[in-house]
């Protein structure tokens, strides 16, 4: 029992508690910095870190020891040489765009995208003046023809969101010369495909899907040059969309396994396409493991360790098929717009990712109205044929 004392020494004791004594046994696992600030000795201190002369946090909006040991694992894994973490893919891309263009710039961007990165680039345009054109990533010859000298960035996906496309990078990186070329490796990972390594300046992910892997995060990160990271992450703590200690902490956790996780989906995805592709209640899959994909002879040359676990099919039925479908599986593969969780999910493009746009951008695009993408996760493949077969049965 302590010797008695004030109510003063209770105040105290309990606005300054919370510290364990230093030990002599680090943990297992990496600490969580949950903690808004750091604190200083002194202006001296406070300078240097500012300097960067001495290694040190301030405030997390502006830097924490998860948030960099996340992004710096994702660097390290791109071969990039610097790396930022945000609030989701959408802040770090936005951030990205607003730290390097401004009115009367130009873009060039992929044709087939996410389709909230389309309506983006449509309120860049809109609102900022920034000129954007959309290119045919299946035509990179097309491209040198269309950059313009105040063209500052060029997106694509390495794998386009939600037809399976895979781009030509190197054919796409020497047409535009010395323009940036910013790649969202989000369905590749880099485990799958590098990037950088094929000439591209930066790689943005959303870090909630492959790299987390168990869909109980929000974030985003950009790795590669560092001057391109360096002002995008100025706009990311500007604006407040930077990302947070927890989700850093979840994210670095899901990466020890990423790489047997891209083994498991690539194999099992592609098990269940060639068996999609000859059932007679689908049209068309999109997979670029499969010949019969346009984008299936690049995909041999830059994916040499696996596909993706990433596809899309058409049912036969069409629009109408969709929701009976999607509700057939209710409780097994279940619909949730997003992907890359654990288990395998579903997702319905046109109203989901790509709602934002118009039926005829879609048409355009080719996606269309029957399209249902499958995001394929850890169960064995025969367990997942037979559920969506089950759910064929009663179209």
Known sequence: MSESHSHADDSVISARGGWAAPSSTPPSNPPIYQTTAFDLDGLDQLAEIVSGKQNGYIYTRDGNPNQSAFA????????????????????????????????????????????????????????????????????????????????????????????????DLPAVIQAVGKVPVIVDNTFATPILQKPIELGASAVVHSASKYLNGHGDVMMGVIVGDKYIVRRTRQFLTLFGANGNPLESWLGSRGLRTLPLRMKQVSQTAQILAEWLSSHPKVTRVYYPGLSSHPSHQIALQLLPNG?????????????????????????????????????????????????????????????????????????????????????????
């Open 72 to 167: 710096e694992d994702v660097a390290r894994l791109e071969h990039a040489e610097d790396g930022e973490v945000g609030a989701s893919g959408m802040g770090v891309i936005s951030a990205l765009f607003m730290s390097h263009c401004q009115s009367g710039d130009h873009v060039l961007a992929a044709r087939v995208l996410y389709g909230r990165t389309v309506q983006l680039l449509q309120q860049i345009e809109r609102s900022f003046g920034v000129k954007v054109t959309f290119f045919d990533a299946n035509a990179p010859e097309t491209l040198a023809d269309l950059v313009r000298p105040e063209t500052k960035l060029c997106l694509l996906e390495g794998i386009s969101n939600p037809l399976m496309e895979v781009a």
């Open 307 to 395: 596909f993706g676990g990433m596809l899309s099919f058409d049912l036969a039925a069409g629009k109408e098929g969709v929701n009976p479908f999607l509700k057939s599986l209710h409780g097994t593969i279940p619909f949730s717009p997003t992907l890359a969780d654990a288990r395998t999910t579903l997702s319905y493009p046109t109203g989901t990712s790509h709602k934002f746009m118009t039926a005829e951008e879609r048409a355009a695009y080719g996606i269309g109205d029957g399209l249902v993408r499958l995001s394929i996760g850890l169960e064995d493949a025969a367990s997942l044929q037979a559920d969506l077969e089950s759910a064929f049965d009663r179209l």
